[in-house]
């Protein structure tokens, strides 16, 4: 259960993250592009609309068979999972555990009982990293903690292990 995040403190529902399944989550960040090129926010309803007019437009042009490409296409994307390295944003998780009203900071808190304390507003520019080289983040882990603006990329939060509203 070392790899359990909480999420605890001054909120309405208090849950866990288990940063082992984020690798099939829709919303991972591929960390190679996301600091080397200029990241664009997705917009999650707009490209599921967009995938699915291509795939009726497949279907239209070509029939219910799937075309050859679409297995590499597949398998390169399996590839992908397999051997990158992955990030999600806090924020959404921290929105699930509804803070409650009088909320105003979260802290991370590490393996050693640190804490690093930040705005509510800040959990948006904070990304979790959970995969280097398609593995899990174990010697070190569950997740380090990195800043959207990349500054602490050579030097994260390591070992963060929950996280408590205040």
């Keep these: 259960m070392e790899s359990i995040i909480p999420i605890t403190g001054n909120v309405k529902h208090a849950i866990t993250l288990?940063?082992?399944v984020w690798i099939f989550d829709d919303r991972r960040i591929d960390l190679e592009v996301f600091f080397t090129e200029e990241f664009v926010e997705r917009d999650e309803m707009e490209e599921y609309k967009e995938k699915m007019g291509k795939h009726w437009s497949r279907e239209i042009m070509e029939g219910a068979t799937y075309p050859p490409t679409l297995k590499s296409e597949k398998r390169y994307e399996k590839d992908k999972m397999l051997t990158g390295t992955f990030g999600i944003i806090l924020q959404p998780f921290i929105k699930n555990a509804t803070p409650k009203a009088d909320a105003t900071t979260?802290?991370?808190?590490?393996?050693?009982?640190?804490?690093y304390t930040y705005p509510l507003a800040d959990a948006e520019n904070i990304l979790f990293k959970f995969s280097e080289n398609g593995k899990p983040l174990k010697v070190d882990g569950p997740v380090h903690a990195l800043f959207k603006d990349g500054s602490n990329q050579d030097s994260p939060i390591r070992h963060v292990r929950a996280i408590e509203v205040d």
Excluded at 106 to 115: G, N, P
């Design 106 to 115: 979260f802290s991370l808190i590490t393996k050693d009982e640190e804490k």
């Design 18 to 20: 288990d940063p082992t």
